[in-house]
DNA sequence: GCTACTAGTATCAAAAAGGATACCGCCATG
DNA sequence: CATGGCGGTATCCTTTTTGATACTAGTAGC
C-alpha cells in the first residue's frame, strides 16, 4: 500500500499535520470544540457546565490559546454581570471533516480504551496484525 | 448550523474524539505515522535518519507508546547486528482519513502558522470573522 | 450584612512530556 | 586495537502542561 500514495506526502518536520494536530491538542480542547459546534454560541460558564471536571483556569487556558489560533471567536458584551460568548470562527469550523473523523476512528476502536477511558491511561490490547 | 448534526454528538469527557487524538498527540507521531504510511516498513534507524532532530530515546519512546496503542508493528529479527521492523497494523492504516483531514486543514491554514512554524509557537494571526 | 452570580486572575504545586548525554553487547571493518 | 553501525536503556534535568485553591469587582436577592 505504501507505494501509491506517495506523491502528495512531505512530512518534514513541522508539516502542516502535525501543525494541526498541535491545535487540538490541548486536554479540553477537542471537547470545547465538539460543544461549540454543537450547540453555536455559549458562555463561559455555560462550558464550564457542560465540562464537568475542567478547572475555571483550564477552561479560561483553553479558549484562549483557541482564540490565539483563530478557531473561536470571543464576544464580550460590557454589561453587568459580565457576560462573554464564544462560538467558532469559519476556520474552526472547517474543523468538523478532522473531528468527524477523529470521532469515526474512535467510534470504530472504541474497544480501545478501557471502562476508565483515556483519562486512566491503560488502553493497551494491542493489535498485531502486522504490515 | 448548529441544531443541525446535533444528533450523533456525545462528547462527554472522555469521548472517542479526545480518545483519538490522545493516540497522535505526542510531539512526533505523527510523523512516524506519516512515514509509516509512505514507505511501509521501516528500521529504527531508518525512521531515525528521516525524522532527524529527534533523539534515540523520543524515538524509542514514541514507537513504543504507538506500540502499545496497537497503531503500529514491531518485528524484531534474531541477528546480530539487531534488526527491528517497524509498520502499521490495520488500525493504524484506519488513520489515513484523519491525517489526510488533518493535512488538508494544515495545508489551507498554513498562513497562521509563521515562518518558523508550529515549533517556535507563534501562530498567532486570529481571525475574527464572528460566528 | 451575607450570599451568589458573572468571567475571569494570581499563585503555587504536581505531574507529564521532552531533551541531553552516556552507556550496553555484539559484530564487522580498517 | 579503535571505530562505527545496530537498537536500544539508564539517568538526569528542564520545560510544558495541568490541577488546586484563593481572590477580584459589581450587582442582585434574601
Known amino acids: 500500500m505504501a507505494k501509491t500514495l506517495h506523491s502528495r506526502f512531505d512530512c518534514t518536520p513541522g ?9 487540538i491538542s490541548g486536554k479540553w480542547k477537542c471537547v470545547v470544540l465538539w460543544y461549540l459546534l454543537e450547540e453555536g454560541t455559549l458562555r463561559f460558564n455555560e462550558l464550564r457546565r457542560r465540562i464537568e ?3 475555571q483556569r483550564m477552561l479560561t487556558n483553553q479558549l484562549r490559546e483557541l482564540e490565539i489560533d ?62
Chains 1, 2 share one sequence.
Not at 83 to 101: D, F, N
Open 70 to 131: 483563530g478557531l473561536i471567536h470571543r464576544e464580550v458584551y460590557a454589561q453587568v454581570p459580565p457576560k462573554v460568548e464564544y462560538s467558532l470562527t469559519q476556520r474552526g469550523r472547517e474543523l468538523t471533516p478532522i473531528l468527524m473523523a477523529l470521532k469515526a476512528w474512535g467510534d470504530a476502536h472504541i474497544d480501545l480504551f478501557g471502562k476508565d477511558g483515556i483519562a486512566g491511561k491503560p488502553y493497551a490490547v494491542a493489535a498485531d496484525e502486522g504490515a
Open 15 to 23: 508539516c502542516s499535520v502535525e501543525a494541526a494536530v498541535s491545535l
Open 53 to 55: 471536571n475542567i478547572t
